[in-house]
C-alpha cells in the first residue's frame, strides 16, 4: 500500500475519515467500466438512432460529467482544494463556447449546425472523464485499479489486431452487445504501402488504423508500469506481456504516426530507466522486430518504404495541400474560426484536414489552438511537479509515463485530426485526469490531497 494511502483525510473541525474508505461502485469503478466498454466494444457499436456520441463509453462519459458538476452544487460535496486540471478544462471548454456563437452568428447550414452540436456534446464527454478522474479518484490505490483496467483493456484490442493481422479474421464483428448496433460499417482492413499486395492495415476495435497505433503507443508505457511495479510475480509477468502486445501491435497496423508516438514515449521515459532496464528493452525490443519480421513478412519493409517516400507518398501529399485552404479560411476569421467542427467534407469538396492543430486553427481560431495546447501544457506540468515531489520510484515512473502520454498528444495532432475519433479522445482525456490526480495525490497540503468532501468555512 502506497504510504499516503494510510493518511486519515480531514472533512470537518478535528474531524478525520479514512483516505483509504471508497463505496463498491465509486469514481475508479465507473472510469474503469467506462475503458471496458470503450476498448471491447469496436468504435463504431452505438445506441440505436444515434450518433458515434452514442457510444456506450461516451454517454457513460456523460454521465459522469453530469456526476461532476452535481456535486458543484452542494458545498459539501464539492472538492473545495486547488485543481488546477480545473482551470485549464473550464479555459477549453469556455472557447468552445465562444467559437460556438462565433459560427451562429456567421451563419450555418443545416449540417454545420448539427456538426457543432455534436462537437459540444462530445466536448462534454471529454471534460467529464478529465473531471471525474482528476477530482474523483480516492488515492493511489484506486488509480492503480484504474490502471489495471486500462493497461488490460488495451491489451485485449492488441490481440484483436492480431487476431485480424495473422488470421484475416475480424473479430470485431462479433464484439456488440443485444440492444446495440453498429453506424456503418467496420474499418475492416486496408492495402498499404508501395507494392504491398499482401499487406493490410489493422485497427483493432478503433474507428481508425492511426487511432488504434497511438492508443497502442499510449498504454504501452503504463503497461511497462505495472510490469515493474505489480505486486505479484505473475501480475508483473502478464504486464509484460501486454507491453510487448501493444508495442507488437503497432507496426502491423503499419501506421508511421504509431512509430512515432512509441519513439516518442521512450525518448521521454528514458531518463527514468536504469542501464539495465535499458539494455533489456533493447534486446526486447530487437526480438519483437524480428518476430514481427518472421510472422507477417514484408510489414517492415512496408514501413520502411513508408518513411523514406517522402513528398511523393499519397498521404503526405495531400497533408501538404492542407495548408492551401488552411490559409483560405483561416485568414476569413483568425481569432474564434468558423465554429466548433463545422468544416464539414461533404460541404468543402471532400476536404479532410489530417492534422488537429490545423483543424482546430480553421474551427477554433487561434483561441482555440491556445486552449487546447494549454490542456495538454497543463497536464504535462502537473506530471512534472508530482515527478519532483515524489520519492518513490514506482511514482516517479508513474509521472513519467503521464509526461509521455501528453508529448504524444501534442505531436500526433500533427499527422492526423486526432479529436475526431472517440477512443483516442476518451483515453486522453482520461490520462489528463491522472495527470491531475498525481498531483493532488503529492501534494505537501494534507487538506489538499485528501478526497474526502469536506464543509465549506460559514
Known amino acids: 500500500m502506497h504510504p499516503v494511502d494510510f493518511e486519515p483525510s480531514l472533512i470537518g473541525d478535528s474531524t478525520y475519515a479514512s483516505r483509504r474508505r471508497h463505496t463498491r461502485f465509486d469514481t475508479a469503478a465507473w472510469l474503469g467500466f467506462m475503458l471496458v466498454l470503450l476498448y471491447v466494444l469496436p468504435g463504431e457499436v452505438i445506441v440505436p438512432n444515434m450518433t458515434y456520441a452514442g457510444r456506450p463509453a461516451l454517454l457513460l462519459s456523460l454521465m459522469l460529467c453530469c456526476w461532476w458538476m452535481m456535486t458543484r452544487l452542494n458545498p459539501r460535496l464539492a472538492m473545495t482544494g486547488p485543481q488546477p486540471v480545473r482551470w485549464a478544462v473550464f479555459a477549453y471548454f469556455t472557447t468552445l463556447l465562444i467559437s460556438y456563437l462565433a459560427g451562429l452568428i456567421r451563419g450555418l447550414t443545416g449540417v454545420e449546425s448539427n456538426a457543432q452540436n455534436f462537437a459540444m456534446l462530445a466536448a462534454l464527454e471529454f471534460v467529464g472523464v478529465i473531471l471525474l478522474a482528476a477530482d474523483g479518484i480516492g488515492n493511489w490505490e484506486r488509480l492503480k485499479l484504474v490502471l489495471q483496467v486500462y493497461v488490460v483493456t488495451a491489451g485485449f484490442m492488441a490481440m484483436v489486431a492480431m487476431v485480424q493481422a495473422f488470421l484475416k479474421f475480424d473479430l470485431a464483428h462479433y464484439l456488440t452487445l443485444p440492444g446495440l448496433e453498429f453506424k456503418g460499417g467496420l474499418v475492416g482492413f486496408e492495402r498499404r504501402g508501395p507494392g504491398a499486395e499482401n499487406q493490410f492495415r489493422v485497427a483493432g476495435t478503433a474507428q481508425h488504423y492511426i487511432e488504434f497505433s497511438v492508443c497502442m503507443a499510449m498504454a504501452a508505457p503504463f503497461a511497462l508500469h505495472l510490469a515493474r511495479f505489480a505486486e505479484a510475480k505473475w501480475q508483473r509477468r502478464g504486464f509484460a506481456v501486454v507491453a510487448g502486445m501493444c508495442a507488437a501491435a503497432i507496426p502491423i497496423s503499419i501506421s508511421r504516426t504509431g512509430i512515432l508516438a512509441l519513439a516518442l514515449a521512450v525518448l521521454v521515459m528514458f531518463p527514468m530507466w536504469s542501464w539495465r532496464i535499458r539494455y533489456n528493452l533493447i ?21 520502411r518504404s513508408l518513411f523514406f517516400a517522402g513528398s511523393e507518398d499519397p498521404s503526405v501529399q495531400g497533408r501538404l495541400l492542407d495548408y492551401t485552404f488552411v490559409n483560405h479560411w483561416f485568414a476569413q476569421r483568425p481569432i474564434l474560426g468558423r465554429g466548433p467542427r463545422t468544416l ?25 489552438v491556445l486552449a487546447l495546447a494549454a490542456l495538454h501544457i497543463t497536464g504535462i506540468t502537473l506530471a512534472g511537479i508530482a515527478l519532483r515531489r515524489s520519492t518513490r520510484e514506482e511514482d516517479r515512473h ?52 485528501t478526497l474526502a468532501v469536506r464543509r465549506r468555512a460559514d
Open 344 to 368: 464539414v467534407p461533404e460541404l468543402y469538396g471532400g476536404i479532410v484536414l489530417d492534422n488537429q492543430w490545423l483543424y482546430t486553427l480553421v474551427t477554433g481560431g487561434i483561441v482555440g
Open 283 to 303: 534486446i526486447l525490443g530487437m526480438g519483437l522486430v524480428g518476430a514481427i519480421a518472421v510472422a507477417k513478412p514484408g510489414v517492415l519493409g512496408t514501413l
Open 398 to 449: 508513474l509521472c513519467s509515463a503521464l509526461i509521455a502520454s501528453q508529448v504524444i498528444a501534442l505531436v500526433v495532432a500533427v499527422t492526423f485530426d486526432s479529436m475526431y475519433y472517440t477512443s483516442y479522445t476518451s483515453t486522453l482525456a482520461l490520462l489528463l485526469g491522472f495527470c491531475g490526480a498525481v498531483w493532488r495525490f503529492t501534494h505537501p497540503a494534507r487538506t489538499i490531497r
